[in-house]
């Protein structure tokens, strides 16, 4: 799987979009970008994932940019519950072993 | 909605014991996941299954551990002989299919080995 760089935190005010970066230069035409968050001491809690478009849910929105070497998580209002960890993962889908590889992940406070 | 269920959430042992976690993943999922996390480090995968059988394994995943499918609901992981360093959180995970089917996690169990 391909690595991926994040920053190791950032913060953003309690109302207002939090929009987390993630690069993957090396990633492969086959690999989806995928978005964990962890809260606390919490299992691994799924947001979303996209392979070229850019994708949205009741969540977040996923934008990946055309040369698909970065992208960008948003949250468009966030509260003092979206503080936690977020992994930014890209990952093949191959069947049974298509695990997630966890990098350190970008740790963001939302302030009130 | 569905979830994945662990016990305990909580286990002390004493070293060189026997530890058995116990998860239950979604019903309808057919590949379940151990993972790890050492306090204050990165979540580690340990092991895969699927059609009852480990598909793929870490390095940290030896031969102290085992994971088992015993009845078709629960999924576990044993650890033989305890030690020191394998006090973390231990979490199991499903996915319902292959291609891109995320994975669930249970809240974890808190191993403490002392």
Redesign the interface.
Known sequence: DAKTTQPTSMDCAEGRAANLPCNHSTISGNEYVYWYRQIHSQGPQYIIHGLKNNETNEMASLIITEDRKSSTLILPHATLRDTAVYYCIVRVETGANSKLTFGKGITLSVRP | EPE?TQTPSHQVTQMGQEVILRCVPISNHL?F?W?R?ILGQ????LV?F??NEI??KSEIFDDQFSVERPDGSNFTLKIRSTKLEDSA?Y?C?S?RE???G???????S?LTVL
Do not use: C
């Open positions: 994945v590949y996941y993972y996390q990165k979540v580690e995968f895969s699927y059609n598909s793929e959180m979490f995970a996915r292959e291609g891109t995320e994975l669930f996690f249970g809240e974890g808190r």
